[in-house]
């Protein structure tokens, strides 16, 4: 049987990432990261990370995936913000 917790937790991890990928889209194809704070962005992946880690201490699957495509879409960031900075 599937755990409807862990339903929840893959929906709310979808959610959340897929909320994300826009900027990274449009960053890409505008090629401008004045908009975008370093600080933020820097924030954002060490929390990332955090939870990351979280997630493989208490093996949690939604935590894991969320957090790990949402890693690679804040560091494909912070690659746009050093490699289109004006």
Same mark, same amino acid.
């Given at each position: 049987?599937?755990?409807?917790?862990?339903?929840?937790?893959? *929906? #709310? #991890? *979808?959610?959340?990432?897929? #909320?994300?990928?826009?900027? /990274? %889209?449009?960053?890409?194809?505008?090629?401008? $990261?004045?908009? !975008?704070? !370093?600080?933020?962005?820097?924030? =954002?992946?060490?929390? /990332?990370?955090?939870?990351?880690? %979280?997630?493989?201490?208490?093996?949690?699957?939604? +935590? +894991?995936?969320?957090? =790990? *495509? $949402? #890693? +690679?879409?804040?560091?494909?960031? !912070? %690659? =746009?913000? =050093? @490699? %289109?900075? @004006?």
């Amino acid at each position: 049987m599937i755990n409807p917790i862990e339903i929840l937790g893959l *929906v #709310a #991890a *979808v959610l959340t990432t897929a #909320a994300f990928l826009p900027q /990274v %889209y449009k960053t890409w194809k505008t090629k401008s $990261t004045e908009s !975008l704070s !370093l600080t933020m962005l820097l924030t =954002f992946v060490l929390g /990332v990370l955090c939870w990351l880690i %979280y997630g493989f201490l208490i093996d949690s699957l939604p +935590i +894991i995936l969320a957090n =790990f *495509v $949402t #890693a +690679i879409s804040g560091f494909i960031l !912070l %690659y =746009f913000k =050093f @490699r %289109y900075k @004006r």
